[in-house]
């Protein structure tokens, strides 16, 4: 976007939005940074603060790599435009998404990836198996929904908001990884503990010896041992490093 398209979105939202488009655009850009885009596809939601039912989202043929928070396309959870862009996104792209932002109501961002670990563990039987340190935060709150085809049909939706439940980590059969959070932040530190468990398995598994599981009790402390080693900070604790990171990288995420 020009200078002046960025500022006519920036001066037409809250403050509130544009932070949030800003860390949206920064949660692309590290999904592509860290190697888990696929493309085009796959996609990032946010709610935007204080509304009822508006959302951002990516536009449609974009790299992750060149979303900015003024290219964010805002929408209802019908998937039309609330703001002027000249950017149209993949309805069918906001299935998934959309029928968890409408069940869940706690849920600040979604993010979903093909990544090839994510969908290589996705395809087995078992599922994530206990086997690492950073499997035991996904395990403590994973769900698993089958493979229905394409997100296409509308009719799939209750099934999905059922499997996952409250559960804040997503195994999508024969398809990938998808997490939930309160913010962008939250939804991407989510992705990269549990993106790290499946290489780590898929590795481990390619080892050939027989694998140690991580004991049930601990699994079931998981969530508290988190908020221990993050001093009850959470992804506060990380986000900020990677937006420094990302800073040096190429800041025009923020435009």
Same mark, same amino acid.
């Given at each position: ?26 949660? +692309?850009?590290?999904?592509? =940074? +860290?190697?888990?885009?696929? =493309? $085009?596809?796959? %996609? *990032? ?11 951002? &989202? ?22 039309? /435009?609330?703001?002027?862009?000249? +950017?149209?996104?993949?309805? !069918?792209?906001?299935?998934? %998404? ?6 869940? %109501? ?5 993010? %979903? ?5 994510? $969908? ?9 198996? #206990?086997?690492?340190?950073?499997? &035991? ?9 089958? +493979?229905?085809? &394409? ?5 799939? /939706? #209750?099934? =999905? ?15 990938? =990884?998808?997490? @939930? ?5 939250? !939804? ?9 468990? @499946?290489? *780590?398995? *898929?590795? !481990? ?8 599981? $991580?004991?049930?009790?601990? *699994? ?14 959470? !992804?506060?604790? $990380? ?5 420094? /990171? ?10």
């Amino acid at each position: 976007m020009t200078q002046a398209a960025t500022a006519s979105v920036r001066e037409n939202v809250s403050a509130q939005e544009w932070q949030t488009r800003v860390e949206l655009a920064a949660a +692309y850009r590290l999904v592509a =940074l +860290y190697g888990w885009d696929d =493309l $085009v596809f796959t %996609h *990032i939601s946010a709610r935007v603060p204080g509304a009822e039912n508006e959302f951002l &989202i990516n536009p449609y043929g974009f790299l992750f790599d060149e979303i900015t928070a003024s290219s964010l396309v805002k929408i209802d959870l019908e998937g039309n /435009k609330l703001l002027d862009s000249p +950017y149209f996104i993949n309805p !069918a792209g906001f299935t998934i %998404h959309g029928a968890i932002h409408s069940a869940r %109501h706690d849920v600040g961002c979604v993010l %979903h990836i093909h990544s090839l670990h994510g $969908v290589a563990v996705s395809t087995q039987k078992d599922g994530l198996l #206990p086997i690492s340190q950073q499997s &035991i935060l996904p395990l403590s709150n994973l769900a698993y929904h089958n +493979y229905e085809g &394409i997100a296409l049909n509308e009719a799939e /939706k #209750p099934r =999905l908001v059922t499997d996952l439940g409250t559960n804040n980590f997503l195994i999508l059969r024969n398809h990938g =990884l998808l997490t @939930c959070g309160r913010s962008a932040a939250e !939804a991407f530190l989510f992705m990269y503990i549990l993106e790290s468990a @499946c290489r *780590i398995q *898929i590795l !481990a598994q390619n080892g050939g010896k027989e694998l140690i599981p $991580v004991p049930a009790p601990i *699994i079931a402390g998981a969530q508290a041992q988190v908020e221990a080693v993050t001093k009850g900070m959470g !992804a506060d604790l $990380v986000f900020p490093s990677l937006l420094r /990171k990302l800073d040096k990288i190429d800041d025009s995420y923020r435009s």
